[in-house]
């Protein structure tokens, strides 16, 4: 039976009945591990391709164990400073976190033709909190004369660039465009 929605309305709702003539069958077969196969990924040799594997699956481990402590530090950080936070900082950071997780959420939609995004005490919140940890860490990095290079800054724009997967550029023309 044809979907009542589909394309040719002649069709719609519709039972229909294929001839349909099996022309070959095929099953999955394991695959030879060996210097060819890791020529397929771009190693010279099978060796080499498990390096690149070892390398890769250390580097994976080695950010996501860093982003837990990182979230254990600024959770810790939070959990000890109040301080008055400027309701202006509050506000364009919020509005950022909404426009952010509109585009994750509309991932197919881009450019910045898109209805005004209000954003929610739930972004609010998060707002916040990176306000403040913003402000804390910028004085803790003052006083203790902790500076950062243009190398180091670009590194990190590009790392965290690389955090929105299709939407690099994006990412990249914001921080451009809101220093």
Same mark, same amino acid.
């Given at each position: ?20 003539? #099996? ?22 040799? +099978?060796?080499?391709?498990?390096? *690149?594997? #070892? ?7 080695? *950010? ?50 898109? $209805? ?5 005490? @739930?972004? +609010? ?13 910028? @004085? ?6 902790? @500076? #950062?290079?243009? *190398?180091?800054?670009? *590194? ?8 929105? $997967? ?8 914001? #921080?451009?465009?809101?220093?």
């Amino acid at each position: 039976t044809f979907p009542e929605e589909y394309g040719a309305t002649h069709l719609a709702g519709k039972e229909a009945v294929f001839a349909c003539t #099996v022309k070959e069958v095929k099953a999955p077969k394991d695959a030879e591990i060996n210097d060819d196969f890791a020529s397929r990924f771009g190693a010279d040799t +099978l060796e080499t391709l498990k390096g *690149q594997i #070892v390398e890769r699956l250390k580097a994976e481990y080695n *950010q996501a164990s860093r982003a837990v402590i990182k979230r254990r530090l600024l959770d810790a950080l939070d959990g000890k400073v109040d301080f008055e936070l400027p309701p202006t900082l509050v506000d364009v950071e919020a509005k950022q976190i909404a426009h952010q997780l509109w585009h994750e959420e509309h991932a197919d939609h881009h450019g910045h033709d898109h $209805p005004e995004i209000e954003p929610t005490e @739930e972004h +609010l919140g998060l707002a916040r909190r990176r306000v403040r940890l913003g402000l804390l860490l910028a @004085e803790l990095g003052t006083k203790n004369n902790i @500076e #950062v290079t243009d *190398q180091e800054m670009q *590194q990190a724009i590009f790392a965290q660039a690389r955090q929105y $997967p299709g939407q690099e550029r994006q990412f990249l023309e914001f #921080v451009r465009e809101n220093p």
